[in-house]
T-cell receptor, first 114, second 112 residues
Framework: GENVEQHPSTLSVQEGDSAVIKCTYSDSASNYFPWYKQELGKGPQLIIDIRSNVGEKKDQRIAVTLNKTAKHFSLHITETQPEDSAVYFCAARRSNFGNEKLTFGTGTRLTIIP | DAGVIQSPRHEVTEMGQEVTLRCKPISGHNSLFWYRQTMMRGLELLIYFNNNVPIDDSGMPEDRFSAKMPNASFSTLKIQPSEPRDSAVYFC??????????FGSGTRLTVV
């Protein structure tokens, strides 16, 4: 089955600087890669996703890049703010019809230092 | 839309007792997932349903765990008998298309 590795496990960044979180996946048939943000006491919330027909996607201060050849994808947060502090999860899913299950990475605890 | 609704938010039970967790997916979402989250193992998929039919239950730990989806608006995850190692946060999520899961707020289960 799919295996998703995520690094780093913890990341501290000065407010205003950029943060980058990286994930690798094992199944070359995977074609959907979402990122989730989880705040304390809440469920994970989708913040951005990318499909394998594109290499990069941006939404205001966040962006995701995908390298299918190397089987890795990254989350970039620019101009970080205190409210960006949370745990971030990457995930991957293959494209089989009727298969909607996501495999998640182990998470990155991001702390923004004011 | 109220989102995915889970109940209870917190559950404390004694070892050996039966525990039932409940989930109401978003209306119109035809896939529902149960995940378990622990510090040691992260987010683990337990089981998922498509159009109320269980598709993959390979993540269910053992026979003590069972899940049902009697209709499109309700699902339960039952643990009988419960054990301390079952202590975790259990999440339900739903999606209409396989893209963009919406998670509930979770049920924090503590088995003492």
């Amino acid at each position: 089955g799919e295996n998703v590795e995520q690094h780093p496990s913890t990341l501290s960044v000065q407010e205003g600087d950029s943060a980058v979180i990286k994930c690798t996946y094992s199944d070359s048939a995977s074609n959907y890669f979402p990122w989730y943000k989880q705040e304390l006491g809440k469920g994970p919330q989708l913040i951005i996703d990318i499909r394998s027909n594109v290499g990069e996607k941006k939404d205001q201060r966040i962006a995701v890049t995908l390298n299918k050849t190397a089987k890795h994808f990254s989350l970039h947060i620019t101009e970080t703010q205190p409210e960006d502090s949370a745990v971030y999860f990457c995930a991957a899913r293959r494209s089989n019809f009727g298969n909607e299950k996501l495999t998640f990475g182990t998470g990155t605890r991001l702390t923004i230092i004011p | 839309d109220a989102g995915v609704i889970q109940s209870p938010r917190h559950e404390v039970t004694e070892m050996g007792q039966e525990v039932t967790l409940r989930c109401k997916p978003i209306s119109g979402h035809n896939s529902l997932f149960w995940y378990r989250q622990t510090m040691m193992r992260g987010l683990e998929l337990l089981i998922y349903f498509n159009n109320n039919v269980p598709i993959d239950d390979s993540g269910m730990p053992e026979d003590r765990f069972s899940a049902k989806m009697p209709n499109a608006s309700f699902s339960t995850l039952k643990i009988q008998p419960s054990e301390p190692r079952d202590s975790a946060v259990y999440f339900c999520a739903s999606t209409p298309t396989g893209y963009g899961y919406t998670f509930g707020s979770g049920t924090r289960l503590t088995v003492v």
